[in-house]
């Protein structure tokens, strides 16, 4: 009797558990009924993607090419191998393999794996009921370091203004921008070096085949990035990637920020990496190549034996000018208006990177850069003579100054000054609103990136806080940039105006107190004696 009352309650609940898996399945049925709403169609293949908080789409790690690893490390990149069943993309993929180059990277680099070329779509609204203008961003790290797998970019409020943002992950440091003759000889293009910019290239056209299915308009595609990503969005604009986007912002950053080496210089700093990292180590297999031996090592092996170089003589690795995807300097580019015709905007932030070098280091550092334009930069930063520099309350010491103006200012603004000539619309900002609780620093460099995507930190060194002018001022930026990837122009009746560059170099000055400021000629004094020394130093033009 007791077998059987213990019997009959065990019968029970198994019956009760299957009722319960039916139910629970046949909510999931529902549920990926509804979820099918989020499923698109691409040239490789359909993707599942999930609803975004506060409405509208996200399709996450999305592969724009085949994983760059194996035989394809340091190989152009190839469009992706398509897939037969729904692809989830709901989730990021990888940060590329890159160092740890301080706190702002350190998850990108414990997290970072050479297959990583993956992009991400946000969309306002699902689904969507006409085309939107597309965003591309290419994030910023020196080349070396970043992500697009960020909630930085993907959960603010710039998509809200009617765009459709894509973010990009791209090769970097070692894996993206490795020059060497063996990699020259064995590339159909006789090129190397440019893989971080040929992967950039590939995503774009990833977006032109595929876009609308998504609700974005091909035809209409703003380029726009920070730092690197500002450098390398100039650099499109010289590149094989003309023609594949129709406007670009250029936030801290433009072509020739950074000395652009030819093929030949890029790949003897290629063989004495491969030197230094020992791929002609005797103890390695009988006629095996230096290429072919640093194929050999897995990501983490060569970014381990990176960090062990002593800091000062670790190359910088970055783009070339390999008559494949740069064909000319794009200093010179810019210079004789052959870049592309389309509208540009750009801006810096006031400190941006500063410098605790004393006038007397400072005066040599001028003194070998500046060449027989020495005199002149001197005087521009009060070093004349016996003088200890001026120090200004925006702008810091002339040391903060002089690494400012030289690595973004004066680029940025003599890039645009060419552009202007070449009869190319052409905006200009400055950001000067420091991050609240940091005002004692300014204005440092990515200051701008809370404001430019609505999404503000809790954690970093761009968090801070904020209140509602910061707010405020982020909706008149996001406002701005938007407007310009819909038109051509930021201005629209609700905004200050917002006059072009032109001839009188006006730009913009968004405040610390989020108010609108007009001003002209921003640095004229060091910027102009710049422009005189890049100027001399160029070819002519063809």
Not at 179 to 193: C, M, Q, R
Request: aromatic residues 10%; contains cysteine.
């Amino acid at each position: 009797m007791s077998k059987t009352s213990c019997g009959s309650p065990t019968r029970h609940n198994s019956i009760a558990f299957l009722i319960l898996i039916v139910v629970i399945f046949s909510t999931l049925r529902v549920s990926a009924a509804a979820d099918d709403s989020l499923a698109v169609p691409t040239r490789d293949g359909r993707l599942q993607g999930v609803a975004r908080r506060g409405g509208g789409a996200e399709f996450l790690g999305i592969p724009y090419a085949q994983p760059p690893i194996g035989a394809l490390r340091w190989h152009e990149p190839l469009p992706p191998k398509p897939w037969d069943n729904t692809r989830d993309a709901t989730a990021f993929g990888a940060p590329c393999a890159q160092p740890a180059l301080g706190d702002w990277n350190r998850h990108d680099a414990e997290t970072g794996k050479e297959d990583c070329l993956f992009l991400n779509v946000i969309v306002p609204a699902w689904p969507v009921t006409k085309q939107l203008p597309v965003m591309f961003w290419i994030h910023g790290g020196a080349n070396e370091g970043g992500t697009a797998s960020s909630g930085l970019y993907k959960d603010g409020t710039l998509v809200n203004h009617g765009v459709l943002l894509v973010t990009v992950n791209y090769r970097l440091g070692i894996f993206g921008f490795l020059a060497h003759p063996e990699l020259t000889a064995e590339s159909a293009h006789g090129a190397s070096g440019n893989y971080g910019l040929m992967d950039q290239i590939l995503a774009l056209r990833w977006v032109r085949e595929n876009i609308a299915k998504f609700g974005g308009d091909p035809s209409n595609i703003t380029v726009f990035g920070q730092s690197a990503g500002a450098m390398d969005t100039g650099m499109l604009m010289t590149s094989s990637a003309k023609g594949l986007f129709q406007k670009a912002i250029a936030q801290s950053g433009a072509s020739f920020t950074a000395p652009v080496p030819t093929l030949v210089d890029a790949e003897q700093t290629g063989k004495k990496l491969a030197a230094d990292l020992k791929a002609a180590d005797p103890k390695a297999p009988a006629g095996t190549g230096a290429i072919q031996y640093l194929r050999q090592l897995s990501a983490p092996q060569l970014l381990t034996a990176l960090a062990n170089f002593d800091h000062a003589k670790r190359p910088h690795l970055g783009p070339d000018i390999d008559s494949w995807v740069l064909r000319r300097s794009p200093a010179e580019i810019f210079a004789y208006g052959q870049e592309s015709a389309i509208p540009l905007l750009f801006g810096t932030t006031t400190r941006e990177f500063g410098s605790s070098a004393s006038p007397e280091e400072l005066r040599v550092t001028i003194a070998h850069a500046a060449g027989n334009f020495a005199d002149k930069a001197l005087a521009g930063y009060g070093l004349a003579g016996d003088g200890n520099g001026v120090t200004d309350a925006m702008y810091g010491t002339a040391a903060d100054q002089w690494v400012a103006d030289m690595a973004f200012r004066c680029p940025s603004v003599t890039q645009a000054t060419w552009h202007n000539a070449a009869h190319h619309p052409t905006y200009e900002y400055e950001f000067t609103h420091a991050i609240p609780g940091q005002e004692s620093n300014g204005a440092v460099h990515s200051a701008d990136l809370p404001y430019v995507f609505g999404y503000f930190p809790k954690s970093g060194n761009i968090a801070g806080k904020f209140s509602e002018v910061d707010t405020k001022l982020s909706e008149l930026i996001e406002t701005y940039w938007t407007n310009f990837a819909k038109t051509g122009d930021p201005n629209s009746d609700s905004l200050p105006y917002w006059h072009q560059f032109g001839d009188e170099h006006s730009y913009i000055r968004f405040m610390q107190d989020g108010s609108v400021a007009v001003a002209k000629d921003l640095r004229s004094a060091q910027c102009n004696v710049y422009r005189e020394f890049l100027t001399a130093h160029l070819k002519p033009a063809n």
